[in-house]
């Protein structure tokens, strides 16, 4: 029993260590939250307006504009829905034949693959609608969002922060009320994933601001940042 104890304890350690970087250690969560914030903040200041990650805010403009019978506006939210809708089903295609289309396993696949494409979009000028940017956007988010979902264990998502927060406060009161060191602990890796949030729409902004369309390339180095770790880890992993 002590040394499964040591095992579970060991294992945990590992997804929590820089040093042993896996898709649910929080330094690994940590960079994909930065990314979430930082599309977020390119979409809303250099593509019309819009945050590109969260699909709530798509559907409520839905019904709203359709309940004034503005469906010309109305059907403008709804691509960014569909492709939100295919990234997940990309997402899950990735994942159960990444080993027969990639000679990286499904993570490193997904980080490859959203690198491409924010690539792609750096090189669309502001001439083109913003639709396809927001579309191309909602898509890798979703592709994020569905690979990604837990931190050490724990659900948690990588491009929007309310979910996060809610974690983040019930593990705080759990702590101070209980006395739970495992909560205290919980509640900080959340903060640590809302911050890095908050960090990423900073930069993102400040970038945007300064360099325009393609500023996106900066979450792309960041992603390239986490795939590099990830690797890393990996083989660490491997090798011991």
């Given at each position: 029993m002590i040394s499964k104890d040591l095992d579970k304890m060991q294992k945990k350690?590992?997804?929590?260590?820089?040093?042993h970087i896996t898709s649910e250690s929080v330094p690994f969560g940590m960079l994909l939250a930065i990314v979430g914030g930082f599309l977020d903040a390119y979409t809303f200041i250099g593509r019309g307006g819009v945050f590109a990650n969260a699909q709530t805010g798509n559907i409520v403009l839905l019904g709203i504009y359709a309940s004034k019978?503005?469906?010309?506006?109305?059907?403008?939210?709804?691509?960014?829905?569909?492709?939100?809708?295919?990234?997940?089903?990309?997402?899950?295609?990735?994942?159960?034949?990444?080993?027969?289309?990639f000679?990286?396993?499904w993570a490193q696949a997904v980080l490859f693959f959203e690198s491409i494409v924010l690539i792609i979009i750096g090189f669309i000028p502001n001439i083109i609608p913003n639709i396809v940017v927001t579309v191309a956007v909602s898509f890798v988010?979703?592709?994020?969002?569905?690979?990604?979902?837990?931190l050490v264990g724990s659900p948690y998502c990588t491009t929007m922060s309310t979910g996060n927060l809610r974690s983040a406060s019930q593990a705080a009161y759990i702590a101070f009320t209980q006395n739970d060191r495992e909560s205290a602990i919980r509640a900080i890796r959340f903060l640590a994933i809302i911050f890095s949030f908050l960090f990423g729409a900073f930069l993102g902004g400040l970038l945007t601001l300064i360099i325009g369309v393609k500023a996106?390339?900066?979450?792309?180095?960041?992603?390239?940042?986490?795939l590099v770790l990830f690797s890393i880890g990996e083989r660490k992993s491997r090798s011991e």
């Open positions: 350690d590992k997804r929590t260590s820089f040093q019978g503005e469906w010309g506006q109305a059907l403008v939210h709804i691509p960014p829905i569909l492709a939100f809708i295919i990234g997940v089903i990309v997402a899950e295609s990735i994942k159960n034949s990444s080993s027969h289309i000679s990286l396993d988010s979703s592709v994020q969002i569905s690979s990604f979902r837990k996106v390339w900066g979450a792309v180095i960041i992603l390239v940042c986490a």
